[in-house]
């Protein structure tokens, strides 16, 4: 959901915020997770053990290649203990917030979107991720006159999950390349 919230973010208060990357973001579209997740019960039972929680842990939406060790560290880091019992550290309640409503603003054109941006933005598509070929291309496009497009190869839509190292190489050089412009 992180390109949908930055680009919100950015749009509504991009005065104050001085750069953007979105990382194979479909961009106005809705997050592939809301669904599932805005169907979840707002009450829901803890966990019983920290062990119990964190073998359910999995990326959503789901890829293919995870590497484990930081896998681990993401789900770790990702619960926390209630005398309830063990829960996620996510809240439900983010889907009944106007961020994600239909608005005439939600169904501007990506296009317009990135136009009335006015911040500088970068964006990373990532190969096996959410975004296909045509609509990166589409993005390229657009980001032609808007700032960088970059294609990480062999990563998934969470490349902090299989691709780390390039991701923070490819996020190394969008940073020095705006630190001289």
């Known amino acids: 959901m992180g390109g949908l919230v930055t680009s919100t973010a ?15 973001s479909p961009l106005r579209d809705h997050a592939p997770e809301d669904v599932r997740l805005r169907n979840r019960k707002k009450h829901a039972t803890g966990y019983q053990s920290k062990a119990d ?28 203990r209630t005398l309830r019992g063990w829960f996620w550290k996510f809240d439900p309640s983010i889907f009944g ?5 239909e608005t005439p603003a939600e169904q501007e054109t990506m296009e317009r979107t990135l136009a009335e941006l006015p911040c500088r933005v970068g ?18 496009s657009i980001m032609q006159l808007r700032g960088p497009f970059v294609e990480l190869a062999e990563a998934g839509h ?24």
Do not use: K, N
């Open 97 to 101: 917030t106007s961020l994600l409503d």
């Open 123 to 140: 964006y990373i598509r990532c190969e096996a991720g959410l975004v296909p070929p045509d609509t990166g291309d589409r993005i390229r």
């Open 10 to 24: 950015a749009q509504d208060y991009g005065e104050q915020i001085d750069s953007i990357v979105a990382i194979d």
């Open 158 to 181: 969470h490349p902090m999950l299989d691709q780390p190292l390039p991701l923070v190489a490819a996020l190394r050089t969008l940073l020095e390349m705006w630190s001289i412009t």
């Open 53 to 80: 929680i964190l073998a359910r842990f999995r990326p959503v939406p789901s890829q293919e290649t995870v590497l484990p060790y930081v896998a681990d560290h993401i789900a770790t880091e990702s619960v926390r």
